[in-house]
């Protein structure tokens, strides 16, 4: 089985931006974070390891937050960095990247955290 069978769903990456906003008067700017509205890599080969998904819900409230944390393979060679944003093509799930990792020049390993919360009936 060659690794390009293994890649079974598609996903795209939006690189972080960064610009310097200053709040005016004089003032030095701060870093100001945010990803385009157009994916910076679209349509990858990848494939999300849903069955080691490790799902928190943390109970408070009125609101519930939850947490996943989902592994993604993907190609060698493709551009994913630190805090990048993946999106699920499938299921329209947005995560963030967290540090790459390179398997040996063979593919790529990089886990994906998800937070949110969920709004209780009242």
Same mark, same amino acid.
């Given at each position: ?14 690189? %972080? #931006?960064?610009? %310097?906003?200053?709040?005016?008067? *004089?003032?030095? +700017?701060?870093? #100001?974070?945010?990803? +385009? ?33 989902? #592994?993604?393979?993907?190609?060698? +060679?493709?551009?994913?960095? &630190? *805090?990048?944003?993946?999106? *699920?093509?499938?299921? +329209? ?5 967290? &540090?790459? #990792? *390179? ?8 886990? &994906?955290?998800? %937070? ?5 009936? &009242?």
């Amino acid at each position: 089985m060659a690794i390009e069978d293994f890649f079974d769903h598609k996903c795209d990456i939006y690189h %972080t #931006k960064i610009e %310097t906003v200053s709040p005016g008067y *004089n003032l030095p +700017g701060s870093p #100001k974070f945010s990803y +385009g509205t157009v994916p910076d890599i679209e349509n990858v080969d990848c494939h999300f390891h849903v069955k080691n998904s490790s799902i928190n819900i943390i109970q408070e409230e009125a609101v519930n937050k939850y947490e996943d944390h989902v #592994k993604i393979a993907l190609p060698a +060679g493709t551009d994913i960095r &630190l *805090n990048d944003q993946v999106i *699920n093509r499938e299921t +329209g799930l947005i995560y963030t990247a967290e &540090l790459p #990792k *390179n398997i040996r020049d063979h593919h790529i390993a990089v886990y &994906l955290q998800r %937070t949110g919360t969920i709004k209780g009936a &009242l």
